[in-house]
Structure formats: structure tokens, C-alpha cells
T-cell receptor
């Protein structure tokens, strides 16, 4: 079955450490997204990528970095510069980036806790 | 900038009762409209979407939503709630001319009393 796989499901990090969250999709979608979810705040866009080797900052990109070297992969690195990284992170993809009519498909999420 | 408002943070209904979750958006033109559902610790699943045409749209799990242009609303309804409907529900909008910036509401947590 096609879908999005996020790993790890749970991750604990000490302050000052970088961590990388994995996102892999086998849907052959062009566009991929990273959202951060905090209680009562909905989903906020961190980064998105419309095509391989290209990505753009979303609304809360500070302290995060991404890469898009392969169509199916869009890893997110939470750096030590992110002041409050404890959150639930969701990866999503869409068939074509330039049409709002495409539906976002989501992974199951990764919960990052900073100790 | 466009925004999405879900006025109710929590809603509790009895099993078998009807449900309406409210969603209002602020945008200059009619956007694409979506409702997603999220079970605890899981990703989001699409319930239904509105692009154009009939303003009453049917979705999965017996949900429906009605688009009202005059009120900039896209409320989600279900005639009879089941205990398995307990989850968090998100309304989202995307502008028609440029679809990348899908904007989500803050979510409504639905609790179902047995």
C-alpha cells in the first residue's frame, strides 16, 4: 500500500543536540511538507518542497533544516537553535504542488521530547 | 493573510446525538476547503473536501459539510455520533490560485459520552 512513513515514532533529545526525523513516501508525489503540531495551535508549516533539490521556508522555519535529494525522501533536522523543539511533527505529501485541489496525505507523525 | 477559526476547542456530545463543528475562514475569494480528523498520536485523515459545485459535500464515516459563502463557513455535521468518532477535527483552507499554503484551524477536540 502506498503511504508516508515517518520514523522514529518517539524521540528523546538532550538540549543542544541536533536530531533528524525521517519522512519517506512511495506515492510518487511531487510535493512534501513538514508541519509542527502543538496543543491548541493546529498545524504550522515548517518547510515544504515542490520538487527534488528545491525547498522553501514555511511560517516557522527558524531552527530547522531540510533536504530533498530524492523524490521520495524529505528529512527534517531539528537543530540546537530551535528554542522549543518539543512537539509532534507531521510529514505530508501532495501529488502536485501547484494546485490546492490536491489533497494532502499525512504520515503518522513523530513525537520529539527534549529532556 | 487567510486564517481559519474553529471557535470550539472542546465539544462533548452523547453517543447517538447529532454533531456540528464550526469553521469560519477569512479569505478574499472562495478557497478550497477541507476537514481532517486526527486520532491521538496519529496523522491526519481526510474526511471531506469542497472545491466547487454543490455546497453540501459528503465525506467518509457519515460526515457531511456545508459551504456557506455568505457566512464564510464550512461547518462539519454528523446526524448520529458514535463513540469511535472521538478525536480531534481540523478545518483547513487552501487558496485556489496557489495551493501550497494550506492553513489549518486550531482544531476541535470531540468527546463522546456513552
Amino acid at each position: 500500500d502506498g503511504g508516508i512513513t515517518q520514523s522514529p515514532k518517539y524521540l528523546f533529545r538532550k538540549e543542544g543536540q541536533n536530531v533528524t526525523l525521517s519522512c519517506e513516501q512511495n506515492l510518487n508525489h511531487d510535493a512534501m511538507y513538514w508541519y509542527r503540531q502543538d496543543p491548541g495551535q493546529g498545524l504550522r508549516l515548517i518547510y515544504y518542497s515542490q520538487i527534488v533539490n528545491d525547498f522553501q521556508k514555511g511560517d516557522i522555519a527558524e531552527g530547522y533544516s531540510v533536504s530533498r535529494e530524492k523524490k521520495e525522501s524529505f528529512p527534517l533536522t531539528v537543530t540546537s537553535a530551535q528554542k522549543n523543539p518539543t512537539a509532534f511533527y507531521l510529514c505530508a505529501s501532495r501529488a502536485r504542488a501547484t494546485s490546492g485541489a490536491n489533497v494532502l496525505t499525512f504520515g503518522a507523525g513523530s513525537r520529539l521530547t527534549v529532556l | 493573510a487567510q486564517s481559519v477559526t474553529q471557535p470550539d476547542i472542546h465539544i462533548t456530545v452523547s453517543e447517538g446525538a447529532s454533531l456540528e463543528l464550526r469553521c469560519n475562514y477569512s479569505y478574499g475569494a472562495t478557497p478550497y476547503l477541507f476537514w481532517y480528523v486526527q486520532s491521538p498520536g496519529q496523522g491526519l485523515q481526510l474526511l471531506l473536501k469542497y472545491f466547487s459545485g454543490d455546497t453540501l459535500v459528503q465525506g467518509i464515516k457519515g460526515f457531511e459539510a456545508e459551504f456557506k459563502r455568505s457566512q464564510s463557513s464550512f461547518n462539519l455535521r454528523k446526524p448520529s455520533v458514535h463513540w469511535s468518532d472521538a478525536a480531534e477535527y481540523f478545518c483547513a483552507v487552501a487558496p485556489m490560485e496557489y495551493g501550497n499554503k494550506l492553513v489549518f484551524g486550531a482544531g476541535t477536540i470531540l468527546r463522546v459520552k456513552s
